[in-house]
């Protein structure tokens, strides 16, 4: 049996990746990303919709910090509904390095970021293919994020052979799939410190990191 194929994926962080910052609010890093099955345009179209039924500007953009938490509820069911939402994140809790100077002195927090994505981007591929990912400007410079893109294809092509991945940055204002990511990893977030209130977010977000077919895994320990 083939492994599944989804068309695209958005990456986004929630948090930092400074475990010296535990600041209220910023005691988890998430890292996540979230594909579908269907193209950009399916995206563009359905996210349209919900932007005309919200009352908002044609491209405004959907933050998981912004909207309020009905609409992250409604963009959510959107994907899953008729998107075939796939969802992986890690969440790292920041506890741990509290009081063990060598993962404080570990990787710079822009290297823990890469580490992290790419850990979370290898189980993922475990169990999928994926046409395109796109991903948000976390990682600063060209050659930065050229490295990045070299990494992601190589994990890919260990779990797929023959198989082409395109990987692309974006703001996440000009992209619905890094905006979904967005809301995915910052409701994970508050879900796990217990701070969702809307019960149809909480629903979602409970079924999204239950489900078999995603990998949503923590709070793990700082450095692993």
Request: aromatic share 6%.
């Amino acid at each position: 049996m083939s492994t599944p194929a989804l068309r695209c994926a958005g990456l986004d962080r929630s948090g930092t990746p400074d475990p010296t910052e535990r600041k209220t609010g910023r005691e988890l890093y998430v890292v996540g990303l979230t594909a579908v099955s269907v193209g950009m345009e399916e995206v563009r179209d359905g996210f349209s919709s919900i932007r005309r039924e919200c009352g908002m500007k044609p491209h405004e953009e959907f933050h998981g910090r912004q909207c309020p938490e009905w609409i992250q509820a409604r963009v959510l069911r959107t994907a899953d509904d008729t998107m075939g939402l796939r969802v992986a994140a890690f969440i790292y809790e920041k506890q741990s390095a509290a009081h063990n100077p060598a993962l404080q002195s570990g990787p710079t927090p822009a290297r823990f970021q890469v580490q992290a994505a790419l850990a979370l981007l290898e189980r993922f591929f475990s169990q999928h293919r994926l046409e395109t990912l796109w991903c948000d400007e976390d990682i600063q410079g060209r050659e930065q994020q050229k490295a990045f893109e070299t990494a992601v294809k190589r994990l890919h092509r260990a779990a797929h052979a023959g198989a082409r991945i395109n990987v692309r940055h974006r703001p996440s204002k000009s992209n619905d799939l890094i905006q979904l990511a967005d809301i995915a990893v910052y409701g994970l977030s508050r879900l796990t410190r217990g701070l969702v209130k809307d019960p149809e977010l909480r629903r979602l977000l409970e079924a999204m990191r239950d489900a078999a077919e995603n990998v949503v895994e923590g709070p793990l320990p700082w450095g692993e």
